[in-house]
């Protein structure tokens, strides 16, 4: 089977325990924030902390902020955490 000539073959991640599949090379902090917390909007009040295990060499865990990208692979893992003041 040939690779699509538009980017890299989808893998499955895991975010908040639960498989998703994605497709292209990279992930924002923004995307994986959205993963763990479809369809809310974030506020002023919420704080978002993602941690990621499982990556590439060098890469293999860390946390990934505001503005910020990495790059994915297949099996990685991704734990998001949101703190929200009163």
């Known amino acids: 089977m ?3 000539s538009h980017g890299p073959a989808p893998v499955t991640i895991v975010v908040n325990t639960r498989p998703h599949t994605w497709g292209a090379k990279e ?6 924030v ?6 809310q909007v974030p506020t002023d009040q ?4 993602v941690r990621y295990s499982r990556g590439h ?3 293999g865990a860390g946390s990934l902020t ?5 790059t994915v692979k297949k099996g990685m893992v ?3 955490y ?4 009163s």
């Open 66 to 70: 505001v503005g910020h990208s990495v």
């Open 82 to 85: 949101r703190t929200s003041r």
């Open 34 to 39: 959205d993963l763990a917390y479809p369809g």
């Open 46 to 49: 919420d704080t978002y902390t």
């Open 27 to 32: 992930i924002t902090f923004e995307q994986v």
């Open 2 to 4: 040939s690779q699509d």
């Open 57 to 59: 060499d060098g890469h």
């Open 78 to 80: 991704f734990d998001v």
